[in-house]
């Protein structure tokens, strides 16, 4: 089974500052990796995907991840970050079903970034 | 824009009462997706549906159930609500093909009493 481990579920870091969101995921096939984000009272969306190709992706709002295969991490990271950027932010990795017939994803606990001024 | 609605933000219900809550997305995607969300856990799957009328078990389908019997409509059904239900519910819909690439709808907190 595939599993998900956000290592920080608080984290604190002051308007303008760098940060990194750490993810770390179990598999023992092929994966795609996620980071979604949830800002307060709305759904999920999605910041970026790696799916294959260059090991560095970016996505939405400056936000860039790195697929690192032999540590199998996906860390987010942006180096200047905004109060808007206050939100939780979830890892995630495509697995496929029991069945066999389809890829679901699997959610890390996520990870509560709260930037402050 | 990929809208997805859920029928209610706030509910509470009691113990006992058989809860439905609604989904509806409106651009016209093949999959549709429950999660329940929880402090310290995460998003877990609880059904999803790649067809009208077709469903697979997720992770915890354990006292639910759903029904699609609409493309843009997916209902999660609570038979008879228990308080370890209370939770955050969000639905979301994608294309067929990009399971991956999931949209989300605002979520509806659930309260069992």
């Known amino acids: 089974a595939q599993s998900v481990t956000q290592l920080d579920s608080q984290v604190p870091v002051f308007e303008e500052a760098p940060v990194e969101l750490r993810c770390n995921y179990s598999s023992s096939v092929s994966v795609y990796l996620f980071w979604y984000v949830q800002y307060p009272n709305q759904g999920l969306q999605l910041l970026l995907k790696?799916?294959?190709?260059?090991?560095l992706v970016k996505g939405i709002n400056g936000f860039e991840a790195e697929f690192n295969k032999s540590q199998t991490s996906f860390h987010l990271r942006k180096p200047s970050v905004h109060i808007s950027d206050t939100a939780e932010y979830f890892c995630a990795v495509s697995v496929f079903l029991s069945s066999g017939s389809a890829r679901q994803l699997t959610f890390g606990s996520g990870t509560q970034l709260t930037v402050l001024p | 824009d990929v809208k997805v609605t859920q029928s209610s933000r706030y509910l509470v219900k009691r113990t006992g009462e058989k809860v439905f809550l609604e989904c509806v997305q409106d651009m016209d995607h093949e999959n549709m997706f429950w999660y329940r969300q929880d402090p310290g856990l995460g998003l877990r799957l609880i059904y999803f549906?790649?067809?009208?009328?077709?469903?697979e078990k997720g992770d915890i389908p354990e006292g639910y159930s759903v029904s699609r019997e609409k493309k843009e409509r997916f209902s999660l059904i609570l038979e008879s609500a228990s308080t370890n239900q209370t939770s955050m519910y969000l639905c979301a819909s994608s294309i067929s093909g990009l399971l991956y690439e999931q949209y989300f709808g605002p979520g509806t907190r659930l309260t069992v009493t």
């Open positions: 549906s790649y067809d009208v009328k077709m469903k």
């Open positions: 790696y799916l294959s190709g260059s090991t």
